[in-house]
């Protein structure tokens, strides 16, 4: 089966550092995605990962493992903005995203 | 430049009703892409424009929903007869390069 798996919830203060992980199993794999979705908007694009590695983006960065089956998305310097879901896609075969459930990420002061 | 927008932004219709989404992606891009997020679920993919040519429509879930994209510019999403487990979120997105998609706002579906 294919599987996207993200932790549900995660807290974090103000100004800290947090890492949220993902692990997938999927037919193909294209790269791996990393997207915010505030409630009620539109999810945008954060990152996009195709070898291993690390991409960094500002305060944004994210990591790909491909032999792992693994992804995390790693948010510095905190800020109350940042509380947000954060969905980790994969883009398999046939040119599809598998998303993950997304992760609630609440930034407290 | 403006983003892919969606209409409407809501929809409350009856069960065996019709309804018609419609997405307008980013001039210029040819990548079109249907997504559906049901309530406490993750967002699933629907289907894959390439310009007018459906390239990917695994993801729909039955022959309710048709999606059509003449022209190679606009899209629709038409389900009919509406059932009450199509209720939720409709997002389309568009590319030019396949991994860097933007989302429209979306279009919330209540079948009651």
């Known amino acids: 089966g294919q599987n996207i798996d993200q932790p549900t919830e995660m807290t974090a203060t103000e100004g800290a550092i947090v890492q949220i992980n993902c692990t997938y199993q999927?037919?193909?794999?294209?790269?791996l995605f990393w997207y915010q979705q505030h409630a009620g908007e539109a999810p945008t694009f954060l990152s996009y990962?195709?070898?291993?590695g690390l991409e960094e983006k500002g305060r944004f960065s994210s990591f790909l493992s491909r032999s792992k089956g693994y992804s995390y998305l790693l948010l510095k310097e905190l800020q109350m903005k940042d509380s947000a879901s954060y969905l980790c896609?994969?883009?398999?075969?046939?040119?599809?995203?598998?998303f993950g459930a997304g992760t609630r990420l609440t930034v407290k002061p | 430049e403006a983003g892919v927008t969606q209409f409407p932004s809501h929809s409350v219709i009856e069960k065996g009703q019709t309804v018609t989404l419609r997405c307008d992606p980013i001039?210029?891009?040819?990548?079109l892409y249907w997504y559906r997020r049901v309530m406490g679920k993750e967002i699933k993919f629907l289907l894959h424009?390439?310009?007018?040519?459906?390239?990917?429509e695994s993801g729909m879930p039955n022959n309710r929903f048709l999606a059509e994209r003449t022209g190679g510019t606009y899209s629709t999403l038409k389900v009919q007869p509406a059932e009450l487990e199509d209720s939720g979120v409709y997002f389309c997105?568009?590319?030019?390069?396949?991994?860097?998609?933007?989302f429209g706002p979306g279009t919330r579906l209540t079948v009651t």
């Open positions: 999927t037919s193909g794999f294209n790269g």
């Open positions: 424009f390439v310009k007018e040519s459906k390239q990917d």
């Open positions: 990962n195709v070898l291993d």
């Open positions: 997105a568009s590319s030019q390069r396949s991994y860097e998609q933007y």
């Open positions: 001039s210029g891009h040819d990548n």
């Open positions: 896609a994969v883009w398999g075969n046939n040119n599809d995203m598998r």
